[in-house]
């Protein structure tokens, strides 16, 4: 690789504690004002399942100034660009984006708009979550999201099980204290990072950072709780291994998704799994979409997914299917699962799949988000990554090695199975099989 060298990101700690990271595109028209908290459903109970979430879309509601949704979000929508956020297991962002001509009063609205939310309208946004939650169940009430499936099964009894979402019961039941409280307890400057990519000089930029985040936050009242931690051990103590889930959906189509434990944080055995994910799904010309997809003619789409959460993670392959080709499907993917636990790839395979990654590294520099998303979970992690390491790992990665971890992931025993389909439970003996011949490849 001859260039790896991204270019500088500038990061300073306000007064308040809050990081300030800032990411300088010297062309560009437009800026990108971000908030990444250090907090998703991985921080929830049972019980408050959803707050996350029902945070999230609450802070739009309204603020100080703007009483309703609808008048912050003709604010937020005059400086050209879009407002939203996102929740995930770990972590929350808001972003504004719109036009660098209009950027300081942005950052007094984005402020304003973190800061100080109203809360208003809480029925009639639990009702919208309700709205989107429905998408995950059927006419029959069954829930036939298989991510949420997977997670709950592959996690049990642990926060990291929860669904981002919540449930019916957890969402009805959310109050506007406990929102409130979140916000308290979750969105301080130490458990947050303010991201910036404009056009500005690094000074202009860190000034209106200061002035308008950098004093003391007027909700803060207590010291975020400690979140519960897992380590490799989850996934071999107690009683329970593999994990079927058999959904019956009256679709005309299988939605099938197999997952096993991975590596979490950021460390060489994750870049290990991301090799393996990269050997299964990587363009048409790697194992799954070229065998499944381009010869066999089975699926549209197979996927394959390295998934790391801050101490642990998960490996998984996602494919629909429809229903005269589902044990075809079992058959071909099997078959090309024990492959790769048994045969190293070869040189010239190897070889192409480290320059597609080591490519992506190095064409990092050229995407300020992704920039910016790395350097933030890096700090939230605490744990520095540089690109020059990552590649390093890359580079001295054996065809030996690949087929280790590959057969370290692929026969794990705690496998967790979802089918969703026409009659899925008829499938069991297949895809106890199909589960079964794998493992063995272990042994």
Same mark, same amino acid.
């Given at each position: ?26 062309? $560009? ?14 921080? @929830? ?6 707050? &996350? ?10 603020? @100080?100034?703007?009483?309703? %949704? ?17 929740? %995930? ?17 942005? +950052?007094?609205?984005? $402020?304003? +708009? ?10 009639? @946004? ?43 019961? $957890? ?11 979140? =916000?308290?307890? =979750? ?11 404009? &056009?500005?000089? +690094? ?16 909700? *803060? =009242? ?18 329970? /291994? ?27 055995? *994750? ?27 089975? *699926?549209?789409?197979? %996927? ?20 005269? $080709? ?12 024990? /492959? ?5 790839? %070869? ?7 480290? +320059? ?5 590294? @190095?064409?990092?520099?050229?995407? =300020? ?48 199975? *979802? ?25």
């Amino acid at each position: 690789m001859q260039n790896m060298n991204t270019q500088p990101l500038d990061l300073i700690t306000l007064d308040n504690g809050l990081r300030f990271l800032y990411s300088r595109n010297a062309n $560009s028209a437009a800026f990108e004002l971000s908030v990444h908290i250090d907090t998703g459903s991985r921080d @929830e109970t049972a019980e408050n399942n959803g707050v &996350s979430h029902f945070l999230e879309h609450m802070m739009f509601r309204g603020s @100080e100034r703007f009483p309703d %949704s609808v008048a912050l979000a003709g604010a937020m929508e005059s400086f050209g660009g879009e407002a939203n956020a996102m929740t %995930s297991i770990e972590n929350t962002v808001y972003w504004l984006k719109g036009s660098t001509r209009r950027i300081e009063t942005a +950052f007094e609205l984005f $402020s304003e +708009f973190f800061l100080r939310p109203n809360f208003a309208d809480l029925e009639t @946004e639990r009702d919208i979550v309700l709205q989107e939650l429905a998408n995950d169940y059927n006419e029959a009430g069954d829930n036939i999201d298989c991510e949420t499936l997977a997670m709950a099964s592959m996690f049990p009894q642990n926060p990291l099980g929860l669904p981002i979402i919540g449930t019916e019961d $957890s969402i009805a039941r959310l109050t506007a204290s406990e929102l409130k409280l979140k =916000h308290a307890l =979750h969105y301080q400057p130490n458990q947050c990072i303010l991201s910036l990519i404009s &056009s500005l000089p +690094f000074e202009d930029a860190a000034r209106m950072a200061e002035k308008s985040f950098g004093h003391r936050w007027p909700h *803060v =009242h207590s010291a975020p709780p400690a979140r519960s931690t897992l380590n490799q051990d989850y996934f071999t103590s107690g009683k329970q /291994k593999r994990t079927l889930v058999l959904q019956n959906n009256s679709d005309n189509q299988y939605v099938l998704k197999f997952m096993l434990p991975g590596a979490g944080g950021l460390n060489q055995r *994750v870049v290990e799994d991301i090799i393996v994910e990269r050997l299964l799904d990587d363009g048409i010309a790697s194992r799954l979409p070229a065998t499944v997809r381009e010869k066999h003619g089975l *699926v549209y789409e197979i %996927s394959a997914d390295a998934q790391s959460y801050a101490d642990v993670g998960t490996f998984s392959i996602d494919a629909t299917i429809s229903q005269d $080709s589902l044990q075809k499907l079992l058959d071909v993917l099997l078959g090309e699962l024990i /492959k790769v636990c048994r045969e190293p790839p %070869s040189p010239e395979e190897l070889e192409r799949l480290k +320059f597609r990654y080591l490519f992506d590294l @190095e064409t990092l520099q050229e995407n =300020h988000p992704r920039l910016i998303s790395r350097e933030v979970t890096q700090l939230f992690l605490k744990t520095p990554l540089s690109l020059q390491e990552e590649a390093h790992w890359v580079k001295s990665i054996t065809p030996e090695q690949v087929r280790e971890t590959a057969r370290r992931i692929l026969t794990h025993p705690r496998q967790t199975m *979802v089918l969703v389909g026409p009659r899925a439970r008829k499938f069991r003996g297949s895809v106890e099989k199909f589960l079964d011949q794998l493992q063995r490849c272990g042994g």
